[in-house]
């Protein structure tokens, strides 16, 4: 960016006001140089969606689990989370740095496995984090400043929107691997593999864990292994982002699959975890960043590092989330039902699936729609092209965003034949 | 061979090592003067009484969920807690030029407005621009300024060891000397770690040189309340320095004044030149903040928002700050006394004449040291005590080795 003085033309004479002093108006600001940012391409589109009047209107934007009446959904084992805590008035204490210790321990064996020898020899780190998105910037400006063997960051391509100006931010350079293949609305196996193949050693290479976003595309688990011996060979520094373990297949363990044969194969993997979806607990902001070293001593000098990171962000993190999170994961009642809830919410999200298929067959559609049953996880990549989202928008009022993903969270089955409809229209 | 092989171990943040240290200490007559939390006379963190009314209201409520807050916050909490800094009928506010971004505590907010300075202040991506924090300030100011790309950050005079008190000359000089559109870190009220704090008269001509000399102003309100009990007396400098028509930040912490501290509710308030520069602005804040959490943490934003827009509450809440306040003041009193009834050596006047949580003792480092390690008494390194960590059953111990110290160490 051009280093440019801010100036702004001291057009129209407001009121000279004798306290701003003589040389400046009203119209004079610091900010004249500021441009208006554009509306982010997900979070924006269910402003946009708030904005419009139409009952038929239907948010398939950002990916928030939505009941079979569209209404958010607050699992039965958070609120009977809530009540225990509730009863212990516990203080207001700040936490550590790295955040609730009862979180961060449960939080790394649910996606390494309560067996994992790495918990048991103690050579990972876990901190508590802002969900996701302060997982992966923790994560980005942990190997921004540590990671000197290499500035790239392959991400699949697509990805997750938010994936590269995180990165970026943190001062990374962002590359890609052939990942979705439009023309079987599939896995790019061997495009991934080639490309792969090409990265430069110590590269880092993001991996979505499961039930990618935006495509909902899955490698198979023969293909994460070769995937992974692939990785090895390339001497790559692996990061999973993990924001759906329980929302893809339903099983807490299937999901986390791919992350355990990566460790087992001997890689130190760095992993952000989400609990947003998993446990309905969004706007409570509860995530985890976890790096897998060579032993307990690295363990505490990466943790030492990663707290000097985080407390010039906001010193420590917040409490209600994690302290649920942790109950829910301690309490093996509540780890029971919740288990259950994840299951139903994948379960109905494959049901609309079917629904969405069998409707779209219903309408006359003569294109395969087989990839909005086998695509897996909260979205569906539809195919449709950019002109088609916006017909799609303009004249239905479906909100989603311009790639073409909808979140089949927003699907109801009072409104799966709208959708299929809308769907056929613009694409017939 | 490992990735992080050449990862040093670094230092430990000073004030909670500083914790972890008086946690191990098995001495029955230890005393915490180190973290700055608020403590009852039983030496107890304490939830307020009117925090404790609004979480049941809010786990009665069914119809409350958890879904993502918008990008900037939720709007009932940005608008009430720029009111509390501002004033109710502040004409900021009144003209529309008032926004605001909810962020991670005092931090978050410190950091948000560091991020955007970087990035829209003075030029784009200008890292150059000084950013002046006061000698001393709190310890995470520089690291927040740095990690947001500035380079150049450098220190302000402010206390002054020998009279114990403010050094104006060398704070205005500064204020004259700093290149044109420098930013300076100025402490609202009850100033950490120094409880030092300038008259409305000195106020008046920094804000004077600030003016003239085109300099940023970036208000720290960490203690709005907890200073003098009364949340406007502890707001003055900031709406002055609103009348007086600059275009300012002003992050907000609601970590003490509500006792929330572990669930991060700050609020950066951004005063703008009028609504279509803050329009933009808040604009790019959203950018930044996608960037880096997304979305702000809703329960203590609630919280805080419920108990501002409900009169009875607030009025409750009001009382429960004052009564805070009431018992800082009530332990600077008596400390004061006894080192005077004591004649410990020195003049102990500063000791109620400075404001807020902290003091500035003036032990110096081989003191501190000495009380550590001989009187299991915790504070930090710098002199800085936490009034708090004093209640009527340890102040008696606590003057008796603060006399002790100044008459065996020098």
New interface residues.
């Given amino acids: 960016m051009a280093l440019l003085k801010s100036s702004k033309a001291i057009s129209s004479i407001g009121t000279f006001s004798a306290s701003l002093g003589v040389l400046s108006t009203r119209n004079s600001s610091w900010w004249g140089g500021v441009q208006m940012g554009p509306p982010d391409p997900i979070l924006g589109v269910s402003e946009a969606f708030k904005r419009d009047t139409s009952p038929k209107k239907m948010n398939l934007g950002v990916g928030a689990y939505r009941d079979d009446h569209g209404k958010p959904f607050v699992l039965d084992c958070v609120r009977k989370a809530e009540a225990l805590i509730s009863s212990k008035q516990l203080d207001k204490e700040y936490l550590a740095i790295g955040g609730l210790g009862d979180f961060t321990k449960s939080c790394a064996q649910l996606a390494l496995g309560a067996d994992s020898e790495v918990l048991k020899s103690g050579r990972n780190i876990t901190v508590q984090t802002i969900s996701g998105t302060g997982s992966l910037c923790i994560g980005a400006n942990f190997l921004s400043r540590f990671h000197s063997a290499s500035r790239d960051v392959y991400l699949p391509k697509p990805s997750w929107g938010n994936h590269t100006p995180i990165f970026r931010d943190a001062g990374m350079q962002l590359k890609a691997y052939r990942y979705y293949d439009p023309s079987t609305c599939g896995f790019d196996f061997n495009g991934a593999l080639d490309d792969i193949s090409k990265m430069p050693e110590k590269s880092v290479i993001m991996l979505h864990a499961c039930a990618h976003n935006p495509t909902g595309v899955d490698p198979k688990p023969e293909q994460w292994k070769e995937i992974a011996d692939l990785v090895k060979k390339r001497d790559l520094l692996v990061f999973f982002d993990m924001a759906y373990q329980g929302f893809a297949s339903g099983d807490i363990d299937r999901d986390a699959w791919a992350v355990r044969h990566f460790i087992e194969q001997g890689h130190k993997i760095v992993l952000s975890q989400s609990f947003a979806k998993n446990m309905g607990l969004y706007g409570e902001r509860v995530g985890g960043f976890t790096v897998v070293c060579n032993d307990a001593e690295e363990a505490k000098r990466v943790e030492s590092q990663l707290k000097i990171l985080i407390r010039p962000m906001y010193s420590n993190p917040p409490m209600n989330g994690a302290r649920i999170a942790a109950t829910i994961l301690n309490t093996p009642d509540l780890y029971k039902i919740w288990l259950e809830e994840v299951h139903g919410m994948a379960n109905r999200i494959i049901k609309m699936r079917e629904q969405l298929a069998a409707n779209l067959k219903n309408e006359g559609s003569t294109h395969n729609w087989q990839h909005v049953i086998d695509q897996i996880g909260m979205f569906c990549f539809t195919g449709l092209k950019p002109e088609q989202v916006e017909r799609l928008t303009k004249e239905f009022s479906v909100y989603m965003t311009k790639d073409g993903r909808i979140s089949m969270a927003g699907v109801t089955s009072s409104n799966v034949g709208y959708l299929a409809h809308g769907i056929h229209a613009v694409t017939k | 061979m ?12 000073a004030v ?1 090592k500083l914790s972890n240290d008086f946690k191990e200490d098995a001495n029955p007559k230890k005393v915490n003067l180190g ?1 700055g ?1 608020y403590r009852t006379d039983e030496g ?2 304490w ?1 307020l009484p009117v ?2 009314k609004v ?2 209201i809010i ?1 009665a409520d069914n119809s409350l ?7 900037l916050g939720l709007p009932e909490f940005r608008s009430s807690a720029s009111k509390i800094a501002l004033g109710e009928d502040s004409p900021a506010i009144q003209e529309n030029r008032v926004g605001a971004v909810q ?3 005092g ?2 907010a410190l ?1 948000m407005g560091a991020e955007f300075l970087r990035r ?7 890292t150059k621009t000084p950013v002046y924090v006061s000698a001393p300030t709190w310890e ?1 100011h520089n ?2 300024f ?2 947001a790309g500035f380079e150049d950050i450098r220190p302000y005079k402010y206390w002054d060891a020998e009279k114990r008190g403010l050094d104006l000359d060398g704070f205005l000089g500064d204020l004259e000397s700093a290149p044109k559109h420098s930013i300076f870190v100025l402490h609202a009220c009850a100033h950490n770690p120094t409880g030092t704090d300038p008259t409305h008269v000195e106020w008046m001509q920094v804000a004077e040189v600030m ?2 000399r085109k300099l ?1 102003v970036f208000f720290d309100s960490a203690y709005q309340g907890f200073a003098s009990g009364c949340l406007d007396k502890d707001a003055w400098a900031v709406r002055y320095f609103v ?3 600059f ?1 300012m930040f002003c992050a907000q912490s609601f ?1 003490k004044n509500f ?6 509710v700050g609020n950066l308030t951004i005063v ?3 609504s279509d ?1 803050l ?3 808040l ?2 804040m ?2 930044i903040v ?11 934003a609630r919280l805080v928002a419920i108990t501002l827009n409900t009169p009875e509450l607030f009025a409750e809440w009001k009382d429960n700050v004052k009564s805070m306040a009431d018992r800082v003041l009530l332990m600077r009193a008596s400390l004061q006394a006894k080192l005077q009834a004591l004649e410990t050596p020195g003049t102990w006047d500063h000791i109620t004449q400075q404001i807020g949580m902290f003091s500035f003792t003036g032990l110096n480092p081989k003191q501190v040291e000495y009380m550590i390690k001989e009187r299991s008494i915790y504070l930090m390194a710098s002199g800085r005590i936490n009034m708090c960590g004093l209640t009527t059953k340890n102040i008696d111990y606590v003057a008796e080795s603060i006399h002790e110290t100044v008459v065996n160490v020098q």
Avoid: M
């Fill in positions: 490992s990735l992080f092989g050449e990862v040093p171990q670094a230092t430990p943040v909670f973290v939390a107890q963190p939830v925090v404790k979480e049941k786990v969920n958890h879904e993502y807050l918008a990008i962020c991670l505590g931090t978050g950091k829209w202040y003075n030029g784009n991506d200008n995470n690291a927040v740095a990690n003016k003239r940023f009348t007086q028509g275009e970590s006792g929330l501290y572990n669930e991060r703008a030149r009028d520069n329009k933009r602005v604009s790019q959203e950018k996608r960037v880096t959490w997304s979305n702000p943490p809703s329960q203590g």
